[in-house]
């Protein structure tokens, strides 16, 4: 039960009627981010005495003058937080540039928090002001006294003071952010002088149009003024209101909240120094949020908790009405000596998969059905329930799909494992811990009943980020996003390395992507792509990941690009985004359009027996994937492999890997850095030998053999390669690519045994053939010897060759690319 229920149960328990129904929608719009004010104080809250000195009557107009002041504080409020935010647009533009005024982070952390804030005291004061207007209106055409305190009456505003305390957590972030905030003002005005005269000129009109000036730092303090003053003018409000009138109950249940929050806030900075460790350093907490944590293959949502010493995982437990609700300890590993480690889980039991899938189908059409009753045709009993149950689906859906594992090993041999959803939330909380474990902290035995109780008041996350709660807004993205992954650079040391790409929003579709795991190089290429349907997105998180056999991957960069449909087309457009030290170039473009419910995982096509034009075309390249991949690792680990290419690897293997690259690219790499390397050898041979037609097309067949018959080893050259440039752009940069590799191959024939003439034996047959079997072009009977031989010294002359071009890989993107390089 959140708070907006319990304050409901409470008003019910007063024998207060329910408002209308405006007042039950916005109760579910904002249940679920309500839940965390439900208060965790052992002590019976006081409240303020009404005023029974005084008439009904005169306590109501007087309620009616505090309102008003109230309306005039909040309007001078949002224009000082109107005046704090005018420069953070300018601040975050110029963090984009070469000579930054502020970094990103360091704008981030001056206005945490604000803009949110700005939000919510913008729709209370929207709200208080439409009810005042109704109410001076009422007045104006009631000309009869009685009408008049009948009007005042009438007027009830204790719901939206009940939804403004609601919000009170987004000020818990902003208080434990704004030392941060003043540290990084003080720091940048004595040593920017830019950023200097911005904070030290900041100016307000006021409503005399007295135009006040102010420091930045000043107007930082004004929310912490503000959040301190809630609970006395929720006290002056509660003394001028009636107890027989409905917004009495809901008054004492949002000062009981404001209280609750204010306790916190005070006991959240005494628990952070309640404990000292051995070292000097006090228990603080450093980071929360909410986590999949699995135990005897059964998930569950949980709570996670870092301290500077400690692991603490609890359990949101609801108490019955009319006691409180509490954490509840679930497990805890100290940090001294805890070793880590993630995986990607993508196996998961068929049926597991079924239900996902089905569950993301349901949410679809029961968001869709909620978006076409915008104007409540179905009823607000329909849409509440239709809420709830979308945010139950939701938490299910958050619980069970998450495949990124991490695993936690205490030295006393206890381990806990870990879900999540992202890679880059997952590598957060892997650097926090690191960086903490690093320190050699000292764990103290922690009282455990003490630091759960705390967790209620010292919690930075409030709950579980929910998707379908939030409001409709036309400027996220909503269709098809496409990312070329092409190169990094900045490498310290030659690597096997792929990019991992999440993009957020609703869990309908797909979230996470990741290119196949280059070659070990300074400078891995893939020229990938991956597309997403999105709906509501904001923001693209892009990894760098290091892998090597038989350890850990590692991620060796990050980064979040914000994805506006303002910044980006149904063109590419070629990017250049910094994760950390390596440099990643990729192109993105977006076609907006309307999603279909999501169905079953697209399966992606075959490559082997299909076209080799429409592979390339498929995959967006010149030369297929597959063929890149195992001429790759050939190289990795097989050039000094004595008969590379004649001795062929197991059929079991080569079929396993045949039916992986027509299933599933990723995992075929993967299997194949693991295979043996004839089978790797093996299945780059099967998939020439499969082409329905062949690498050099048939057509071209008599007029090689022809040029055999020119004896000036340099003039058949020349008519071969003039012959070559006449095939399709996939075909002949791909026997490019393939003919280089094979002159490296022999390169190294005093170890694998290999020479040209080898190699064109073995790959001769497969990558030329003759028109018809058997058949000149003139019907004449031909030796099939004769074909072999042929097909052999067309390869063998090719490869003699030292003046091939190189192979484009790839050159899809350029094209359609816009003039500049942008540089994230």
Same mark, same amino acid.
């Given at each position: 039960?959140?708070?907006?229920?319990?304050?409901?149960?409470?008003?019910?328990?007063?024998?207060?009627?329910?408002?209308?129904?405006?007042?039950?929608?916005?109760?579910?719009?904002?249940?679920?981010?309500?839940?965390?004010?439900?208060?965790?104080?052992?002590?019976?809250?006081?409240?303020? +005495?009404?005023? @029974?000195?005084?008439?009904?009557?005169?306590?109501?107009?007087?309620?009616?003058?505090?309102?008003?002041?109230?309306?005039?504080?909040?309007?001078?409020?949002?224009?000082?937080?109107?005046?704090?935010?005018?420069?953070?647009?300018?601040?975050?533009?110029?963090?984009?540039?070469?000579?930054?005024?502020?970094?990103?982070?360091?704008?981030?952390?001056?206005?945490?928090?604000?803009?949110?804030?700005?939000?919510?005291?913008?729709?209370?004061?929207?709200?208080?002001?439409?009810?005042?207007?109704?109410?001076?209106?009422?007045?104006?055409?009631?000309?009869? *006294?009685?009408?008049?305190?009948?009007?005042?009456?009438?007027?009830?505003?204790?719901?939206?003071?009940?939804?403004?305390?609601?919000?009170?957590?987004?000020?818990?972030?902003?208080?434990?952010?704004?030392?941060?905030?003043?540290?990084?003002?003080?720091?940048?005005?004595?040593?920017?002088?830019?950023?200097?005269?911005?904070?030290?000129?900041?100016?307000?009109?006021?409503?005399?149009?007295?135009?006040?000036?102010?420091?930045?730092?000043?107007?930082?303090?004004?929310?912490?003024?503000?959040? @301190?003053?809630?609970?006395?003018?929720?006290?002056?409000?509660?003394?001028?209101?009636?107890?027989?009138?409905?917004?009495?109950?809901?008054? %004492?249940?949002?000062?009981?909240?404001?209280?609750?929050?204010?306790?916190?806030?005070?006991?959240?900075?005494?628990?952070?120094?309640?404990?000292?460790?051995?070292?000097?350093?006090?228990?603080?907490?450093?980071?929360?949020?909410?986590?999949? +944590?699995?135990?005897?293959?059964?998930?569950?949502?949980?709570?996670?908790?870092?301290?500077?010493?400690?692991?603490?995982?609890?359990?949101?437990?609801?108490?019955?009405?009319?006691?409180?609700?509490?954490?509840?300890?679930?497990?805890?590993?100290?940090?001294?000596?805890?070793?880590?480690?993630?995986?990607?889980?993508?196996?998961?039991?068929?049926?597991? &998969?079924?239900?996902?899938?089905?569950?993301?189908?349901?949410?679809?059409?029961?968001?869709? %059905?909620?978006? %076409?009753?915008?104007?409540?045709?179905?009823?607000?009993?329909? &849409?509440?329930?239709?809420?709830?149950?979308?945010?139950?689906?939701?938490?299910?859906?958050?619980?069970?799909?998450?495949?990124?594992?991490?695993?936690?090993?205490?030295?006393?041999?206890?381990?806990?494992?870990?879900?999540?959803?992202?890679?880059?939330?997952?590598?957060?909380?892997?650097?926090?811990?690191?960086?903490?474990?690093?320190?050699?902290?000292?764990?103290?035995?922690?009282?455990?009943?003490?630091?759960?109780?705390?967790?209620?008041?010292?919690?930075?996350?409030? *709950?579980?980020?929910?998707?379908?709660?939030?409001?409709?807004?036309?400027?996220?993205?909503?269709? @098809?996003?496409?990312?070329?992954?092409?190169?990094?650079?900045?490498?310290?040391?030659?690597?096997?390395?792929?990019?991992?790409?999440?993009?957020?929003?609703?869990?309908?579709?797909?979230?996470?992507?990741?290119?196949?795991?280059? #070659?070990?190089?300074?400078?891995?290429?893939?020229?990938?792509?991956?597309?997403?349907?999105?709906?509501?997105?904001?923001?693209?998180?892009?990894?760098?990941?290091?892998?090597?056999?038989?350890?850990?991957?590692?991620?060796?960069?990050?980064?979040?690009?914000?994805?506006?449909?303002?910044?980006?087309?149904?063109?590419?457009?070629?990017?250049?985004? *910094?994760?950390?030290? #390596?440099?990643?170039?990729?192109?993105?473009?977006?076609?907006?359009?309307?999603?279909?419910?999501?169905?079953?995982?697209?399966?992606?096509?075959?490559?082997?027996?299909?076209?080799?034009?429409?592979?390339?075309?498929?995959?967006? #390249?010149?030369?297929?994937?597959?063929?890149?991949?195992?001429?790759?690792?050939?190289?990795?680990?097989?050039?000094?492999?004595?008969?590379?290419?004649?001795?062929?690897?197991?059929?079991?293997?080569?079929?396993?890997?045949?039916?992986?690259?027509?299933?599933?690219?990723?995992?075929?790499?993967?299997?194949?850095?693991?295979?043996?390397?004839?089978?790797?050898?093996?299945?780059?041979?099967?998939?020439?030998?499969?082409?329905?037609?062949?690498?050099?097309?048939?057509?071209?067949?008599?007029?090689?053999?022809?040029?055999?018959?020119?004896?000036?080893?340099?003039?058949?050259?020349?008519?071969?390669?003039?012959?070559? %440039?006449?095939?399709?752009?996939?075909?002949?940069?791909?026997?490019?690519?393939?003919?280089?590799?094979?002159?490296?191959?022999?390169?190294?024939?005093?170890?694998?045994?290999? &020479?040209?003439?080898?190699?064109?034996?073995?790959?001769?047959?497969?990558?030329?053939?003759?028109?018809?079997?058997?058949?000149?072009?003139?019907?004449?009977?031909?030796?099939?010897?004769?074909?072999? #031989?042929?097909?052999?010294?067309?390869?063998?002359?090719?490869?003699?060759?030292?003046?091939?071009?190189?192979?484009?890989?790839?050159?899809?993107?350029?094209?359609?690319?816009?003039?500049?390089?942008?540089?994230?």
């Amino acid at each position: 039960m959140d708070v907006y229920q319990e304050a409901l149960s409470y008003l019910e328990s007063q024998h207060v009627a329910e408002a209308g129904g405006d007042i039950l929608e916005d109760v579910f719009q904002e249940e679920a981010v309500s839940c965390f004010l439900s208060p965790f104080s052992s002590e019976s809250i006081d409240f303020p +005495d009404t005023l @029974t000195s005084c008439t009904r009557e005169e306590m109501l107009e007087k309620k009616l003058a505090v309102l008003r002041g109230i309306l005039e504080s909040e309007e001078v409020y949002l224009r000082e937080l109107d005046t704090l935010l005018t420069p953070m647009k300018a601040l975050q533009a110029s963090a984009r540039t070469s000579q930054p005024v502020l970094s990103s982070q360091q704008v981030q952390t001056v206005f945490y928090q604000v803009p949110e804030l700005r939000d919510v005291h913008q729709s209370f004061f929207s709200g208080l002001k439409a009810r005042l207007s109704a109410h001076s209106q009422a007045e104006e055409m009631s000309s009869a *006294q009685e009408m008049v305190m009948c009007s005042n009456y009438k007027l009830e505003v204790g719901d939206l003071f009940l939804k403004m305390v609601n919000s009170l957590g987004l000020y818990g972030g902003f208080i434990e952010n704004y030392e941060k905030a003043v540290e990084v003002v003080r720091k940048c005005t004595q040593s920017n002088p830019r950023f200097r005269t911005l904070a030290e000129s900041m100016y307000i009109n006021g409503a005399d149009k007295v135009r006040t000036t102010y420091t930045l730092e000043a107007l930082l303090y004004k929310p912490l003024d503000r959040v @301190t003053k809630t609970t006395l003018v929720l006290r002056d409000l509660l003394k001028t209101t009636p107890v027989e009138h409905k917004d009495h109950a809901a008054l %004492q249940e949002a000062l009981r909240l404001s209280q609750s929050f204010l306790s916190g806030v005070n006991e959240s900075s005494q628990s952070k120094r309640e404990v000292k460790l051995t070292h000097g350093m006090r228990r603080q907490l450093m980071r929360d949020g909410f986590v999949v +944590d699995e135990s005897e293959g059964v998930r569950s949502l949980r709570h996670l908790f870092l301290y500077t010493d400690l692991l603490l995982c609890t359990r949101f437990k609801h108490a019955a009405r009319g006691k409180q609700d509490q954490y509840r300890f679930s497990w805890y590993l100290p940090l001294a000596g805890l070793r880590l480690r993630w995986v990607t889980d993508h196996e998961r039991p068929p049926d597991t &998969t079924v239900r996902l899938q089905t569950l993301r189908t349901k949410m679809f059409l029961l968001r869709q %059905q909620l978006h %076409q009753n915008v104007k409540g045709t179905r009823g607000l009993t329909w &849409t509440a329930r239709s809420r709830k149950k979308l945010e139950q689906m939701e938490l299910l859906l958050l619980t069970h799909s998450p495949v990124y594992r991490l695993d936690l090993h205490s030295p006393s041999g206890k381990s806990h494992t870990l879900f999540f959803s992202s890679l880059y939330i997952l590598e957060e909380w892997r650097d926090s811990i690191h960086k903490l474990t690093a320190e050699n902290i000292e764990t103290i035995p922690p009282d455990l009943l003490t630091l759960t109780s705390a967790c209620v008041k010292l919690r930075m996350t409030q *709950q579980p980020h929910l998707h379908c709660s939030e409001a409709e807004d036309e400027t996220l993205l909503c269709g @098809t996003v496409s990312v070329a992954i092409h190169s990094a650079s900045g490498l310290q040391e030659p690597a096997c390395v792929y990019m991992c790409v999440e993009v957020d929003g609703y869990g309908f579709y797909d979230q996470q992507a990741q290119t196949h795991s280059s #070659v070990r190089s300074l400078n891995p290429h893939w020229d990938q792509e991956l597309s997403f349907q999105v709906d509501g997105a904001q923001k693209m998180m892009v990894l760098c990941v290091s892998q090597s056999n038989g350890q850990d991957d590692t991620v060796l960069g990050k980064t979040t690009v914000q994805l506006e449909s303002k910044s980006l087309s149904s063109r590419w457009r070629r990017q250049t985004l *910094q994760l950390g030290q #390596v440099e990643v170039t990729l192109s993105l473009k977006y076609c907006p359009h309307q999603l279909e419910a999501p169905g079953s995982p697209v399966q992606q096509p075959p490559v082997f027996c299909v076209p080799i034009e429409k592979v390339a075309q498929q995959e967006g #390249v010149l030369v297929p994937h597959l063929v890149r991949c195992c001429v790759e690792e050939v190289e990795r680990r097989g050039m000094d492999e004595v008969g590379i290419y004649r001795i062929s690897g197991t059929a079991t293997d080569i079929s396993s890997l045949k039916a992986a690259f027509n299933s599933n690219l990723r995992e075929a790499v993967t299997r194949l850095r693991s295979a043996e390397v004839n089978a790797v050898s093996g299945v780059l041979k099967l998939y020439f030998r499969e082409l329905p037609e062949p690498l050099i097309p048939t057509d071209l067949f008599q007029s090689l053999a022809k040029t055999l018959d020119i004896q000036d080893l340099n003039s058949r050259l020349v008519s071969m390669l003039s012959l070559l %440039q006449s095939c399709p752009d996939v075909n002949r940069n791909t026997f490019l690519y393939l003919v280089h590799h094979l002159q490296r191959v022999a390169q190294r024939h005093d170890v694998n045994k290999m &020479t040209l003439l080898n190699l064109a034996t073995v790959f001769g047959p497969s990558l030329l053939r003759p028109p018809v079997a058997g058949l000149e072009q003139n019907g004449a009977t031909v030796d099939i010897s004769q074909e072999v #031989v042929i097909q052999v010294q067309v390869v063998f002359s090719y490869l003699q060759s030292n003046n091939l071009p190189e192979a484009q890989t790839s050159a899809l993107y350029s094209s359609d690319t816009e003039d500049e390089t942008t540089h994230m």
